[in-house]
C-alpha cells in the first residue's frame, strides 16, 4: 500500500504542532532531539547503514545515526527515525536507510514524512522568487538558500521540489550534476553541510543519569566513569576533580 500523501501532511503538521513548531520555519533536530529525550548516538557506520532507532515498553527511545555520512544526510535519517519513533504503531528495530528507493511501504511513508518534516511546503514557497515559482525555473543561488535553510541534503531538496511540482524531471536531473561543494563555495556558502561530521557525539541524559546514580551511591565510581566511556567521555580527564562536579 503506497503512502498517503495527505495523511503524511496532517501527521507532519500534528508533530510540528506539538513540538512548538510553525508550518513553515527549520526544525534544529539537536534541540528537538534533546527535548524529547532521544538518547542519540552517533557512530561511524557503512555506507549502506544509515542509522536505527529503538523504544521499549517503558517508552524510552533510542536513535544510532551513521556520522560517516554527510550532516545533511544525517538530518533526513534522523528525521526518517522520528516517524518510527513517534508515528508508526508498532515499530521493530531495523537497519535503515532512508531516501534510497525502499519498496517498503513503511519505509517510504518514512520518507515521506522526513521530506516534509525537513522541508514544508509554505516555508519553501516563502523563499522562492515569485519570478521562479512562475516559471518553475528554480535557479542554483535559491536552490543553495534553500538546502542551507532547511539543512537538508541537495539530493532531498530536489526531490521534494520535483514532488512540489515545483521543478521538472529534466530540471531535476541537471541542477543533479551540478558539484554540490563547488556551488555552495561559489555563492560563499560554508560546505561543512556535505561533509561527516559528529562522530562521538551523544545526545540525551545518559551522563545526567549515570552521575545520578553515583551520587546517590547506588553505583560505584568505577562503574560511572564506565559508564562515561560507554559514551566516549572521559571521566578522568580532570584527574581527581573530575568526580566533585
Partial sequence: MKPNKFIIEKQVSEFRRDNGFSLSEPITLKSLLLRLNILTVFRPLSENFSGMCLKDKSEHRFMLINSNQPQGRQHFTIAHELYHLFIEEKPTPHKCNPGCGSKNPVEQCADMFASFLLMPET????????????????????????????????????????????????????????????????????????????????????????????????ISEGHYLELLHKININGMQENEDSTRC
Avoid: W
Fill in 123 to 218: 516555508g519553501i514557497c516563502q523563499l522562492i522568487p515569485e519570478t521562479e515559482l512562475k516559471t518553475k525555473d528554480i535557479s542554483i543561488a535559491t536552490i543553495l538558500k534553500l538546502e542551507h535553510y532547511f539543512s537538508v541534503s541537495r539530493s532531498a531538496l530536489l526531490y521534494r521540489l520535483l514532488n512540489m511540482g515545483l521543478i521538472s524531471e529534466n530540471t531535476r536531473s541537471r541542477l543533479a550534476e551540478i558539484r554540490v561543494k563547488y556551488s555552495a563555495i561559489c555563492f560563499g556558502y560554508n560546505t561543512a553541510l556535505y561533509e561527516s561530521a559528529n562522530e562521538g557525539l551523544v545526545i540525551g541524559d545518559f551522563g545526567e543519569k549515570a552521575r545520578f546514580l553515583f551520587e546517590q551511591e547506588k
